[in-house]
C-alpha cells in the first residue's frame, strides 16, 4: 500500500551496502564476512574490533546483509541508510589512528522512524503525509548523541503509524509507509506497537542496538513480546526534542536490546541534558554517571520488592509463570511483599484525556517546525480523507478527530485531568508504595502471549496483561527483561519505581537475566552464515 517499501530499502542499499557485498568496500573483507554477529553484545563487538577480528564497515554490511535476506518476513527497517558503510569507515579510521569515542564506538544501530535524522533518510512516523515533507533541519537530540559517540546509524524501524495514536482500531505495528511488522516468534502474531520495528529487528538480530519511544507501552510492550530488554527512563533523562511527539508530560525515547547490559550502555549515551528540552537540564542533576556501574548479579540479594498482585489473575499462563519468576526472586536472596495502591486503576480516562490535548498542541508544532504543506493535525485529517484507499485501508482516524476537538493546554479540563492522573499514578501509586511498603522496586508481568495479527479488526488480545500504564503516566523509570516462554512466544517481567531510579532497576533486571538467561533467539530464523 501506498510507498514501495522495498524501494526505500532498495535505496539505501544500492547506496552502499551492494558495494560491501561485491567486495569492493575497503571495510567488507572476505574474512569479515564470516563474523557471526548472532546475539553478540556490545562489549564482545568492541572486543573483536579492538583485536582486528573484524571492522565497523564489516559489521554494517553483515547485518545490511542480513537485513536484505530476513527483514522481508518481518518487516520491521523501513528504511536503511545509504551511508551507512561510509560512516562505518570513518569510524575504523578513527580507531586505526588511536580515537575510540566510546563503548558504542563503530555499533551498528537502529531507530524508530519518527526520531528526526538530518541525512538521506527519511522522516515519516509511517505516514504517507510526511514522505515528500522536508528533511529535518538537524538531527534529534538522541540520534546527534548517539553520532557523536562513534555509533553508526544503519536503518530507521517500521512503527504503528503516528505511535499508534491515530485509531483505537489499528494493528500494531502497521504503517502507512512500512506495511505489517511481524513478530519474528511467530509471523502471524503481532509484534506490539509502536515500537514494533525496533523490537522485531533487535530480537532478530538486525542490528546491535536499537532505539524505541515509548508514551504508555511502546518500549516496553514490543520488548518484551519480541523477547528482549526495554528501558522506558524518567521523563527528562532523555531529551524529546526533534522526536515526533504524542504528549509531552509522558512521552520518552528509550533502549532495545538483547542484553541489558547493552541497555545500560545506550543509556549512557541517550541520556543527559539538552538546553532545547528544559526537563533534561533538571533531569541531568539526577541521572547517574554510568548505569553499567550497576551490573551486578547478586544486586537482588538483600532487596525489598513489591509484587503488584493486581496484575494477576487475569492469565492463568502467565500468572503460573509468574509465580515461578517470583520464587527463583526469593531464591536469589530478594524479600517479597504484596503491595496495595490506592491510585492503581484510576488514570486511564484521564491520561487519554490529556494525551488528546497535549498530541493535538505539541504535533501541531512539531509539524509547523518541520515544514511542508502538511502543518497541523487537521490538515493530516484532510490528507487522510483525500487518499483514503492508501492512508486508511484498514482503520480510520478517530483519535485524530478527537485531538482535533481539544481546544488549548489552558483549559480547565486539561489541567484537571492532568492534576489527577499524576496523583493517581504518583502520589497513589508508586511513590505510596515505596513509602508504605519500604520497597526498593515494583515487580508485575509485562505481557501476556500476543495476539494474531488482524488488519480488519486490529488488536483483539485476550486476555491481556500490560504493567506499563502506572510508571507510564507518572512519568517513572519501567525495564522488561525476558522471563520465560509461552506456546514459542516470549513472557517479560517488569520491575519499575521511584523517579530516576533507573541504576537500581538495571542492577535488579541484570540479576535476573544472570540467573535466568531466559532470552532464546526465534527459531525461525537461519543460522547466518
Not at 505481557?447 to 503516566?473: C, H, K
Request: charged share 25%; hydrophobic share 40%.
Amino acid at each position: 500500500m501506498g510507498v514501495n517499501r522495498r524501494e526505500f530499502i532498495g535505496a539505501g542499499l544500492a547506496g552502499g551496502t551492494l558495494l560491501a557485498m561485491s567486495g569492493k568496500s575497503k571495510g567488507a573483507s572476505n574474512k569479515s564476512q564470516k563474523f557471526d554477529i548472532e546475539e553478540k553484545t556490545v562489549v564482545e563487538l568492541q572486543k573483536a574490533m579492538s583485536s582486528g577480528e573484524i571492522t565497523s564497515a564489516g559489521l554494517v554490511s553483515i547485518y545490511l546483509q542480513r537485513i536484505k535476506e530476513i527483514d522481508p518476513k518481518l518487516n520491521s527497517i523501513i528504511e536503511v541508510n545509504p551511508d551507512a558503510i561510509r560512516i562505518a569507515e570513518t569510524a575504523d579510521a578513527e580507531r586505526k589512528a588511536g580515537r575510540v569515542r566510546s563503548p558504542l564506538h563503530g555499533i551498528p544501530f537502529v531507530v524508530k522512524d519518527n526520531l528526526d535524522t538530518a541525512d538521506k533518510m527519511r522522516t515519516t512516523a509511517g505516514s504517507l503525509a510526511l514522505v515528500d515533507a522536508p528533511k529535518p533541519k538537524k538531527d534529534s537530540h538522541v540520534v546527534r548523541l548517539l553520532r557523536e559517540s562513534g555509533a553508526v546509524l544503519i536503518g530507521k524501524t517500521n512503527l504503528s503509524e503516528w505511535a499508534n495514536f491515530r485509531s483505537d482500531n489499528s494493528s500494531s505495528g502497521w504503517s502507512g509507509v512500512g506495511g505489517q511488522t511481524h513478530n519474528p516468534y511467530i509471523l502471524d502474531r503481532s509484534p506490539c506497537g509502536s515500537s514494533s520495528g525496533s523490537g522485531a529487528s533487535i530480537a532478530a538480530n538486525l542490528a546491535a542496538i536499537a532505539v524505541g519511544t515509548e508514551t504508555d507501552g511502546s518500549v516496553v510492550c514490543p520488548s518484551s513480546i519480541n523477547g528482549i530488554v526495554g528501558i522506558k527512563p524518567t521523563l527528562g533523562l532523555v531529551s524529546r526534542s526533534g522526536i515526533i511527539p504524542i504528549a509531552h508530560s509522558q512521552d520518552t525515547a528509550g533502549p532495545m536490546c538483547r542484553t541489558v547490559a547493552d541497555a545500560a550502555a545506550l543509556l549512557n549515551v541517550m541520556s543527559g541534558a539538552d538546553p532545547e528540552d528544559e526537563i533534561t537540564v533538571e533531569g541531568a542533576k539526577r541521572a547517574e554517571k554510568d548505569y553499567t556501574a550497576f551490573l551486578k548479579a547478586d544486586s537482588v540479594r538483600g532487596m525489598k520488592l513489591g509484587v503488584v498482585r493486581k496484575y494477576f489473575g487475569r492469565n492463568k499462563s502467565v500468572d503460573g509463570l509468574m509465580e515461578s519468576a517470583l520464587s527463583k526472586l526469593k531464591e536469589m536472596g530478594a524479600e517479597l511483599v504484596d503491595v496495595e495502591m490506592p491510585g492503581f486503576g484510576k488514570t486511564g480516562e484521564d491520561e487519554y484525556q490529556v494525551l488528546l490535548y497535549e498530541f493535538k498542541a505539541d504535533l501541531n508544532k512539531y509539524l509547523a517546525n518541520r515544514g511542508g504543506k502538511h502543518k497541523s493535525i487537521a490538515d493530516l485529517i484532510e490528507f487522510n480523507e483525500a487518499n483514503k484507499a492508501r492512508s486508511m485501508p484498514y482503520f480510520g482516524q478517530d483519535i485524530f478527530e478527537a485531538a482535533e476537538e481539544k481546544g488549548p493546554l489552558t483549559e480547565m479540563a486539561y489541567k484537571l485531568a492532568l492534576m489527577r492522573s499524576k496523583f493517581f499514578a504518583q502520589d497513589q501509586g508508586i511513590d505510596y508504595a515505596h513509602e508504605k511498603y519500604g520497597i526498593d522496586a515494583l515487580v508485575a508481568p509485562s505481557n501476556a502471549q500476543t495476539w494474531l495479527i488482524d488488519l480488519v479488526n486490529g488488536d483483539n488480545p485476550r486476555e491481556y496483561v500490560g504493567s506499563s500504564s502506572m510508571p507510564a503516566v507518572a512519568g517513572y523509570p519501567n525495564i522488561t527483561v525476558p522471563a520465560g516462554f509461552l506456546n514459542k512466544l516470549p513472557i517479560g517481567i517488569s520491575f519499575f519505581g521511584k523517579a530516576f531510579s533507573e541504576g537500581k532497576l538495571i542492577s535488579i533486571a541484570y540479576a535476573w537475566e544472570q540467573a535466568t538467561k531466559a532470552r532464546r533467539k526465534p527459531e525461525f530464523l537461519p543460522t547466518y552464515m
